[in-house]
């Protein structure tokens, strides 16, 4: 049994690891920044948990988080500023999409993804801007995203794509 929730300052430890797990030290968010995140934006993180028969969460399986903005391009500054957060505006960015390693390629991340998605439509926004690495390219493809090719992000020292899906 799964859950999907939003995020509350609890929670930071465990986002922390995840985000330590998943992806490579210069790439990922740091306790620091999470934390901020998650003080500026917890609604827009969205957590899939492992529950027990009973509800109890057990384990953080994915998450996905991000700020929203009327900015239409996703920004290196807006991974550690979150006074750039507008909940009125009309992108939901996304930072990260984190599965632990044992949980990943089952279909979790999708589940979250399909969840933002949703949530995201019914706040009336205009769409969801994330980047990505050419080799997940299709795994955000098969929920409506287009690449419109390389990004000006240089986080992490890394090439990425800018992928969009406009409501």
């Known amino acids: 049994m799964q859950k999907i929730r939003h995020a509350h300052l609890g929670d930071v430890e465990k986002l922390n ?12 968010a740091s306790r620091e920044s999470l ?3 998650v003080k500026a934006f917890p609604n827009h993180f969205w957590l899939l948990f492992d529950c027990d028969e009973n509800g109890t969460e057990k384990e953080l399986v994915s998450f996905i988080n991000g ?7 996703l920004t290196d ?4 500023n979150p006074s750039l957060h507008d909940e009125n505006g009309d992108w939901q960015m996304i930072f990260g999409v984190d599965t632990a390693p044992a949980f990943q390629h089952k ?3 999708s589940r979250v993804m399909e969840r933002v998605i949703a949530d995201t439509k019914r706040d009336g926004r205009k769409g969801i801007v994330l ?8 795994f955000y493809e098969k929920f409506g995203f287009k690449s419109e090719g390389v990004s000006d ?12 899906i406009s409501f």
């Open 17 to 28: 690891e995840l985000e330590s797990l998943c992806f490579p030290a210069a790439e990922a």
């Open 35 to 37: 934390e901020k995140r």
């Open 67 to 73: 700020l929203v903005t009327n900015q239409k391009d």
């Open 77 to 80: 500054e807006m991974y550690d």
């Open 107 to 109: 279909g979790f991340a």
């Open 131 to 138: 980047t990505c690495k050419e080799k997940l390219r299709t």
């Open 153 to 164: 992000s240089t986080h992490g020292g890394v090439v990425w794509l800018q992928m969009r």
